[in-house]
Antibody, heavy 120, light 108 residues
Framework: EVQLVESGGGLEQPGGSLSLSCAAS????????MSWVRQAPGKGLEWVSV???????HYADSVKGRSTISRDNFKNTLYLQMNSLRVEDTALYYC??????????????WGQGTMVTVSS | SYVLTQPPSVSVAPGKTASITCGGN??????VHWYQQRPGQAPVLVIY???DRPSGIPERFSGSNSGNTATLTISRVEAGDEADYYC???????????FGGGTKLTVL
């Protein structure tokens, strides 16, 4: 069974940086597109970024220009680097796997999330 | 940017049928996916590509997509179906994933 385990969350100061990781078990990581989705406390799901198996990336307007999504298919790991953190970046950050390599697909596997709190 | 509109809440009695809508401009031209999120848990895919069910999802869950509205239908609702439900699409014109605002399903 494929599992996703996020790490790297914590308390960050406004203007600071964060680096999140998502470790995937199983041997099919490289053939799936991946995504980061976040959820502020008590709020709905908000898409953050996607990356295809070959490295094509897209970002939500709210994080574009200060975020970088990347992946290491040898380490079966997805990453998110975010700079110039804002209070509104406070959220539970989920790693999610696409059912295939198409961005039009659904997210069939989700991690349990890692909490990021941005506060002074 | 593309917008998906869901009702904030839907209530249904046990054993009845719940319908949760997801409105978007010409949404029928897109593939719609639905997620169930119980309190304190990660989302779970319950319907993908409009009306397909992942393995392990009960047949009581079904989907449809026509015109400007996609619908998640839950038949013979059970207490365990009480959760937040989100629709999601890929907007190829903006290269963005879009989620609806979510619908809280309450089982009376």
């Amino acid at each position: 069974e494929v599992q996703l385990v996020e790490s790297g969350g914590g308390l960050e100061q406004p203007g600071g940086s964060l680096s999140l990781s998502c470790a995937a078990s199983g041997s099919t990581f490289s053939s799936h597109a991946m995504s980061w989705v976040r959820q502020a406390p008590g709020k709905g799901l908000e898409w953050v970024s996607v990356i295809s198996s070959g490295g094509i990336t897209h970002y939500a307007d709210s994080v574009k220009g200060r975020s970088t999504i990347s992946r290491d298919n040898f380490k079966n790991t997805l990453y998110l680097q975010m700079n110039s953190l804002r209070v509104e970046d406070t959220a539970l950050y989920y790693c999610a796997r696409y059912s295939g390599n198409s961005f039009s697909g659904g997210f069939d596997i989700w991690g349990q999330g890692t909490m990021v709190t941005v506060s002074s | 940017s593309y917008v998906l509109t869901q009702p904030p809440s839907v209530s249904v009695a046990p054993g009845k049928t719940a319908s949760i809508t997801c409105g978007g401009n010409n949404i029928a031209s897109k593939s719609v996916h639905w997620y169930q999120q119980r309190p304190g848990q990660a989302p779970v895919l319950v319907i993908y590509y409009d009306n397909d069910r992942p393995s392990g999802i009960p047949e009581r869950f079904s989907g449809s997509n026509s015109g400007n509205t996609a619908t998640l239908t839950i038949s013979r609702v059970e207490a365990g179906d009480e959760a937040d439900y989100y629709c999601q699409v890929w907007d190829s014109s903006s290269d963005h994933v879009v989620f609806g605002g979510g619908t809280k399903l309450t089982v009376l």
